[in-house]
């Protein structure tokens, strides 16, 4: 079996801390990419220096620039492990690339029984 291949379709086996540089973490400014922390190109990135990012950063940007897309949902399109992709998302942040932002806590969310009193308002007009 050749070092280099994992098996016939899988391609090279590149390990993932190979992928981060060996960090487990993201970068130092402290942001915690909960699964469900939405993320976006920021419009006012940097324009231009994508060719300096590696593949799996710019894979990210892709599937970012389509859509907003959950930490989870990005994992699962490119196939990489979540720790992976905190950290690469991380790099991302620093650099200006994208944005994250938190979905709305329950607790802030409207009161069901005030959703339904609205429901009943409209119906009523």
Do not use: K
Request: proline fraction near 10%; charged fraction near 25%.
């Amino acid at each position: 079996m050749n070092g280099l291949w994992y098996d016939a379709e899988a391609g090279p086996l590149v390990r993932p801390y190979a992928m981060t540089g060996g960090r487990t973490r993201p970068g130092p400014h402290g942001v915690r990419f909960d699964l469900i922390a939405l993320v976006a190109v920021d419009p006012g990135g940097p324009d231009g220096d994508e060719e300096l990012l590696g593949p799996e950063h710019r894979a990210l940007l892709g599937l970012c620039r389509a859509e907003t897309q959950s930490v989870a949902e990005l994992a699962a399109d490119a196939d990489l492990p979540v720790g992976v992709v905190r950290v690469l998302l991380g790099d991302l942040l620093e650099s200006g690339h994208v944005r994250v932002s938190r979905p709305v806590p329950p607790a802030q969310l409207p009161d069901e029984r005030i959703l339904r009193e609205v429901i009943e308002g409209l119906r009523a007009l």
